[in-house]
């Protein structure tokens, strides 16, 4: 069964600094545009960042650029973000998630598969 | 930045019947939208693509159309299971998603 499970979320002081990983499994990762998306407590949904499939291309939501950085290791099948400057409204559980691919299009911002989401918060 | 927003926010509608939810966009995203169905602690599912399109194993209750800056997700006939909150996501432009429609069965 295609799967993606994310770690490394926790408790953190404002300003300090967390990196989340993604594992993925059951599909061929490289094929695929991957993303972070971020949901937080009793709120909406908000695309965070999304990576090309070689890493080429990586866009960010005006909110975390110059203090989130997505990467990729496709060897390892596994997705990360790094996240700097961490501020309370960055609190969230953060999913990640894959890119949609149909007729032999991949799109970079449709998510058909979701990991189960790690919770960050940010907090003293 | 594209603005999405959905309407209503909270919907109660009884088993069997006809729901429509709405989403506008703040400028045309021709037909890149896409639905979704979260329910309490969980992902997000994808239900619609490209304004209609019904992603592999979703039931063909659910339906979606439009195009531009106005469109609707259709349940034909509302299911006990279908209890959940609804996302509409604009994927013309990076990616933008609505607010969200809590649908209760009454």
């Known amino acids: 069964e295609v799967h993606l499970v994310e770690s490394g979320g926790g408790l953190v002081q404002p300003g300090g600094s967390l990196r989340l990983s993604c594992a993925a499994s059951e599909f061929t990762f490289s094929s695929h545009w991957m993303s972070w998306v971020r949901q937080a407590p009793g709120k909406g949904l908000e695309w965070v960042a999304n990576?090309?499939?070689?890493?080429?291309?990586?866009y960010y939501v005006d909110s975390v650029k110059s203090r989130f950085t997505i990467s990729r290791d496709n060897a390892k099948n596994s997705l990360y973000l790094q996240m700097n400057s961490l501020r309370a409204e960055d609190t969230a559980v953060y999913y990640c998630?894959?890119?949609?691919?149909?007729?032999?299009?991949?799109?970079?911002?449709?998510?058909?598969?979701w990991g189960q989401g790690t919770m960050v918060t940010v907090s003293s | 930045d594209i603005q999405m927003t959905q309407s209503p926010s909270t919907l109660s509608a009884s088993v069997g019947d006809r729901v429509t939810i709405t989403c506008r966009a703040s400028q045309s995203i021709s037909s890149w939208l896409a639905w979704y169905q979260q329910k309490p602690g969980k992902a997000p599912k994808l239900l619609i693509y490209k304004t209609s399109g019904l992603e592999t194993g979703v039931p063909s209750r659910f339906s979606g159309s439009g195009s531009g800056t106005e469109f609707t997700l259709t349940i034909s006939s509302l299911q006990p299971d279908d209890s959940a909150t609804y996302y509409c996501q604009q994927y013309n432009t990076f990616s933008t998603f609505g607010q969200g429609t809590k649908l209760e069965i009454k």
């Open positions: 998630a894959r890119g949609f691919c149909s007729v032999g299009i991949c799109h970079g911002n449709v998510f058909d598969i």
């Open positions: 990576i090309k499939q070689d890493g080429s291309e990586k």
